[in-house]
């Protein structure tokens, strides 16, 4: 990893880590919701989406007293979803990032409930930011709503749970992915441009960069499903194949799937040409998803 990205994640992931604990426990409910909560909270993870609303106003050079509370906010979407998908009924898996799954520890009920009471609390921080206009409120929770709700993060765990025994085509495959997992981190750079008061044109840039961030990151995904162990991954390792489920490398090959891996990261870059950066934090970013082992 880039000494510069690994100074930025090594300052800002353990800000992001207290002010989500901050923002549970300053909540009044059942010891074991909370619990529940604060578990895959802190359960580990590498942070990236957080992280990345805090890299566009780095990269912009914009300060926000909100942001950590809006990269918060899309963390609490992240992990409510990762509770939800490893349930039973979707992807019935017993670890997460080396750890029992939610429901493993507190059981179905309960894992149904947390994951709702973060997906909740994520709006409820937006509503309640202090120090960003009404309107850029307005279009924070609006956005949030679009990328975690039926036309972004839900549908595409449903599109993707439809395609499990089915055969994908690569646009098929794409669709599902920029829906699953892209639509949270497009919300992520949103909001950090919207923080920073990005101009429209900007804006677009920006999304197509995280469009691009959001199938790379599903692809290395996909790689490191079939490359790596369960003890690497922290997760069940070749779940995919035993779901049956389409993926890139099962599509293209190993070969054809990082060169797809390859054409989304250059892509990526490019978008970012706007910001007169050679080594911008969102390219250090892009470099570290494609790299990362994990």
Do not use: W
């Not at 947390?114 to 924070?140: N, W």
């Not at 956005?143 to 549908?155: F, K, N, P, Q, R």
């Not at 840039?205 to 959001?214: C, F, P, S």
């Amino acid at each position: 990893m880039d000494k510069r990205l690994e100074t930025f994640i090594s300052e800002n992931a353990p800000l992001i880590e207290a002010e989500m604990n901050r923002l549970i426990n300053s909540e009044i409910s059942p010891s074991s919701l909370k619990e529940s909560m604060l578990y895959s909270v802190n359960a580990g993870g590498k942070r990236i989406r957080p992280l990345l609303v805090l890299a566009v106003l780095a990269d912009f050079g914009k300060h926000s007293e909100d942001a950590l509370k809006v990269a918060c906010a899309a963390e609490f979407i992240h992990t409510y979803s990762l509770i939800h998908d490893d349930l039973p009924c979707m992807d019935d898996d017993d670890f997460r990032r080396g750890k029992p799954t939610n429901h493993k520890v507190f059981g179905e009920a309960t894992a149904v409930l947390g994951g709702d009471a973060l997906q909740t609390r994520a709006f409820g921080v937006l509503a309640s930011l202090e120090h960003t206009r009404p309107e850029q409120v307005i279009r924070l929770v609006a956005s949030l709503a679009d990328a975690s709700g039926a036309g972004g993060m839900v549908g595409g765990q449903v599109l993707d749970m439809e395609g499990e025994t089915a055969s994908l085509s690569l646009r098929e495959l794409e669709e599902v992915h920029l829906h699953k997992t892209g639509a949270l981190l497009s919300f992520c750079i949103e909001a950090g441009a919207i923080l920073s008061d990005a101009q429209d044109d900007e804006l677009e840039q920006l999304r197509k960069y995280a469009k691009n961030i959001g199938l790379a990151f599903q692809i290395k995904d996909d790689i490191l499903d079939v490359t790596s162990t369960t003890e690497q991954l922290g997760k069940t390792a070749n779940s995919d194949a035993a779901s049956d489920k389409s993926t890139y490398p099962s599509l293209l090959g190993l070969e054809g799937a990082q060169q797809q891996l390859d054409r989304y990261h250059r892509d990526a870059v490019e978008s970012l040409a706007f910001l007169e950066k050679e080594d911008s934090m969102l390219k250090l970013f892009a470099d570290y998803i494609v790299q990362r082992n994990t």
